[in-house]
């Protein structure tokens, strides 16, 4: 993309999914082909996703996998010795959840991410007005600029699953009253567009 196209992709970086020394290689081999952007996150374990006898990892969390990585931007490995090759230049992304669960908590761990390096909130998708302005507030301290997540349905199926199975997503019941009400295909693929393009 970067070579080809001139486009800057956000590479998520994912605590789950590699040792320590995994991490290292992939974010150093990342920057090697040019790649900029990261978004860091944990991950959510193995068993909700696509792939359930996956073996999650976990040697570094969002947290740990920040400092690593802000660490390299100043040259500096996780062992506090000199980066062979010098400095990365990565923009570090975080992700956010507004309709976590536990709102407090999620708070408090994005003000850790910040202390280890996070430049940047990417929210998961967000389908409430009013908890996300709620929730843009309580963070406003933190003076990070967010970038909203807008997520397209697709049917009133996707939308069922996405509220009930993902992890940190709300789809309010109107909504999902919306997309049960309309007729699959291309219909429920405009009515997802419709209400994004009302939450944008």
Same mark, same amino acid.
């Given at each position: 993309?970067?070579? %080809? =196209? ?6 998520? +970086?994912?605590?789950?999914?590699? $040792? ?6 992939? *974010? ?12 860091? !996150? ?8 696509? =792939? ?20 390299? $931007? ?9 980066? &062979? ?39 998961? &998708? +967000?389908? #409430? ?9 309580? !963070?406003?301290? *933190? ?12 049917? =009133?199926? $996707?939308?069922?699953?996405?509220? $009930? ?5 709300? !789809? ?8 049960? %009400? ?6 429920? %693929?405009?009515?997802?567009? #419709?209400?994004? %393009?009302?939450?944008?």
């Amino acid at each position: 993309l970067v070579e %080809r =196209y001139g486009i800057q992709p956000i590479l998520h +970086v994912c605590g789950r999914d590699r $040792n320590l020394l995994g991490q290292i290689a992939h *974010l150093l081999g990342a920057h090697a082909v040019g790649i900029r952007n990261l978004v860091i !996150i944990t991950g959510d374990p193995p068993k909700v996703g696509d =792939y359930p006898e996956a073996t999650a990892v976990y040697d570094l969390d969002s947290i740990g996998l920040l400092h690593v990585a802000a660490n390299a $931007n100043r040259g500096i490995d996780p062992a506090g010795k000199p980066l &062979p090759g010098g400095k990365t230049a990565f923009l570090l992304a975080t992700g956010f959840e507004p309709g976590a669960a536990d709102l407090d908590r999620e708070i408090l761990r994005l003000e850790r991410k910040k202390a280890a390096g996070a430049e940047l909130v990417m929210t998961q &998708p +967000v389908f #409430q007005q009013d908890l996300l302005e709620g929730v843009l507030d309580r !963070i406003a301290h *933190l003076e990070l600029p967010v970038m909203v997540g807008v997520l397209p349905l697709v049917s =009133y199926k $996707n939308a069922e699953f996405l509220h $009930n199975e993902v992890p940190g997503m709300q !789809i309010p019941e109107a909504i999902r009253e919306r997309m049960r %009400r309309t007729p699959g295909g291309q219909a429920a %693929r405009k009515e997802g567009v #419709q209400i994004a %393009r009302e939450m944008l």
